[in-house]
């Protein structure tokens, strides 16, 4: 096998700001896998919080290239736990590699995943829309430059409640709320009543990632449904989260990758836990790799493309929400660029 990579600077088409802060543009690394005459792509983007930069995805895998290159490659769920192994501290980079490597595997059987899993595309849930943090009148107006059924509102500031009545005034559509882990338990009880009032379907993040005491108090309070984000980064964490949280949001680049995360979905089925998977502002090769799992999900989050100005691949198109798959094999896009 020969990897290859490439990295890149995406622009926001306006500077995304939560609870966390502000960007204008979204690092991110792309990996190619040739083999047998086909060519797998993945994606990982860079993320501050998660303490990964591109650099250090290029580091770690120039240093054991040699060893990505010498596996013999027969299926990603093997490959995923090789390259486990070969990057135990970087989960980006395996996301990367193992999402190159199930896009080979579709390529080489010339199907898109979600058919080589038995997938009813028609079961895919509509994808929301993210409004960041910004003015009242910002924000109202990049939701009706984009009218859309779903819409998932950034929170996390003084003026939080204000933000969702506004938007409120503006449209009927489902409103879900992401806290980034910006509010107290005080807060978030005093708060989630009043999203309730205004029609938000879910709360993602409310508090701390490890405050699990405060979430205990919350769930068993709480008048809206609560989905972990920060809280639930890798497989072992979805049992944390049980009774926590009502259910998870997984991100393949912190939980490294499509194999671990479908091992988190039946795990949260089995614990009765709704599950979403969101991204993390990729372009269409990440979500290519998303819209293979949507037919499992509750929840899906994948408006990366749509919150940037320049894509770099070929890939699912959104139609009000509806996720339009393309006719590629494996992930199914095609890179630009590359
Ligand atoms: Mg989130």
Redesign the pocket.
């Known amino acids: 096998m020969k990897v290859s990579y490439k990295s890149y600077s995406l622009p926001f088409k306006h500077p995304f700001t939560i609870s966390k802060g502000t960007k204008t543009h979204q690092p991110t690394l792309i990996v190619a896998l040739e083999h047998f005459g086909f060519v797998g792509y993945g994606e990982a983007p860079a993320i501050n919080y998660y303490d990964i930069t591109v650099e250090k995805m290029i580091e770690d895998l120039e240093r054991k290239k040699i060893f990505v290159e010498k596996f013999a490659f027969s299926d990603p769920e093997r490959y995923w736990h090789y390259l486990h192994h070969l990057f135990p501290a970087n989960p980006f980079l395996v996301c990367a590699l193992d999402m190159a490597g199930w896009d080979l595997y579709g390529k080489i059987k010339r199907q898109q995943l979600h058919q080589l899993w038995n997938l009813d595309t028609a079961k895919a849930p509509l994808t929301d829309f993210t409004i960041g943090i910004d003015s009242i009148d910002n924000m109202v107006a990049k939701m009706q430059e984009q009218p859309w059924p779903i819409y998932k509102i950034k929170v996390g500031v003084e003026n939080d409640i204000e933000m969702v009545a506004a938007l409120r005034k503006h449209t009927d559509a489902i409103f879900r709320v ?1 806290a ?1 882990a910006g509010w107290t338990l005080e807060q978030a009880t005093q708060k989630i009543p009043l999203l309730k009032d205004l029609g938000v379907e879910f709360i ?2 409310p508090l701390a990632k490890d405050d699990w005491d405060g979430m205990k108090a919350l769930f068993d309070a709480s008048p809206l449904p609560l989905i972990a ?2 809280s639930c980064v890798k497989e072992s964490d979805v049992e944390k989260c049980y009774q926590h949280f009502h259910g998870i ?1 997984i991100k393949l680049t912190k939980c490294s990758g499509i194999t671990p995360a479908r091992n988190m979905i039946k795990r949260a089925r089995e614990l009765s836990m709704k599950v979403m998977v ?1 991204c993390m502002n990729e372009s269409s090769v990440g979500t290519g790799a998303i819209a293979q799992l949507a037919p499992l999900l509750d929840y899906v ?1 994948m408006d990366g493309p749509l919150l940037l100005s320049e894509d770099i691949a070929e890939g699912v198109k959104f139609d009000f929400g509806r996720i339009l798959y393309t006719d590629s094999p494996g992930l199914g896009v095609i890179p630009e660029n590359f």
Do not use: A, L
Request: net charge negative; charged share 55%.
């Open positions: 992401d980034n993602e993040q984000d920060e949001n969101g989050d």
